[in-house]
């Protein structure tokens, strides 16, 4: 008796155990009978389902990350860009997630990579590389995400987002888009010292005609100061013939014995009855 006992109290157990199920707040639930969907519309909380003849499956239902190792793509002009990227996604209906993947994670996550890369490869081969790794990139994965989210919906699953993580040229990509930034970079370095020789010539040209303009400027204030100078000079000369023309020639005549005599060793040899001796032969000075 007290076998049969124990036996039913664990035959109870387990049909208790197989007559209810909880689901958690992160979790979506799909109740079956005989492996026909029935109910899919679960809260979090304790259900009670037939046992031995429901059963139910439990699926996530946060946001889930599928992270893509360097994937090979082809660019507009047939160049091989390295991609790594990532998945975000969660199943939107779990009841067309089940249909369409049998509630497999792994299947789910390989098909819509799948459906990713086929966006993201149709993409790039509608654009050169500098196109693809500059701004235009942001561009390229916005229409990727539209467009793969649509195929995503008949996997039950919602496209959050694809994001690159790296994009890296494959070598002969690499030697050409180098070169290529050599070959730019050198043309700028001769536009830059082009620009600088025209600016040089420019500043010389202009500081030689600012030269020529002072000198000019200042011969003729110079010749002009002299002009004058001659002229007051001779203004001076007049105005002292005229009150004393002796005196005048006396002073002449002194100005010429200083420039002429006792200069060194020069040696001067004149007439003594010449006009240059007119004055030291007088005995008195002219008053």
Do not use: C
Not at 79 to 107: H, P, S
Not at 233 to 246: F, H, L, V
């Amino acid at each position: 008796m007290k076998n049969i006992l124990i036996i039913f109290l664990v035959v109870f157990v387990i049909v208790a155990l197989n007559s209810v199920f909880t689901v958690d707040e992160r979790e979506l639930a799909l109740r079956f009978r005989f492996g026909e969907v029935i109910q899919t519309d679960y809260e979090p909380g304790l259900h009670f389902k037939v046992p031995f003849v429901n059963n139910a499956e439990k699926y996530p239902k946060q946001i889930l990350t599928i992270n893509n190792p360097q994937e090979l793509f082809l660019t507009l002009e047939k160049k091989n860009l390295y991609v790594d990227f990532f998945i975000k996604w969660k199943i939107n209906d779990v009841q067309q997630y089940y249909r369409a993947t049998g509630g497999d994670e792994l299947v789910a996550a390989q098909r819509l990579l799948e459906t990713v890369k086929d966006g993201i490869r149709a993409e790039f081969a509608k654009r050169t590389v500098v196109e693809v790794v500059s701004e235009e990139r942001r561009e390229i994965m916005a229409d990727m995400l539209e467009r793969t989210a649509e195929n995503a919906i008949t996997l039950g699953i919602e496209l959050i987002d694809v994001r690159v993580k790296k994009i890296e040229l494959s070598d002969d990509v690499s030697e050409s888009v180098y070169n290529r930034m050599r070959q730019e970079r050198a043309r700028f370095a001769s536009e830059l010292r082009a620009q600088g020789s025209e600016t040089a010539a420019r500043i010389k040209a202009e500081a030689d005609r600012t030269v020529t303009v002072t000198l000019a400027n200042a011969y003729r204030d110079s010749e002009i100061i002299r002009g004058e100078g001659d002229a007051r000079q001779t203004e001076i000369y007049a105005a002292a013939y005229q009150k004393d023309s002796e005196f005048y020639s006396f002073t002449r005549s002194m100005e010429a014995y200083k420039k002429s005599i006792g200069t060194g060793n020069d040696i001067l040899v004149l007439d003594a009855k010449g006009d240059f001796f007119r004055y030291l032969n007088q005995s008195t000075i002219p008053e």
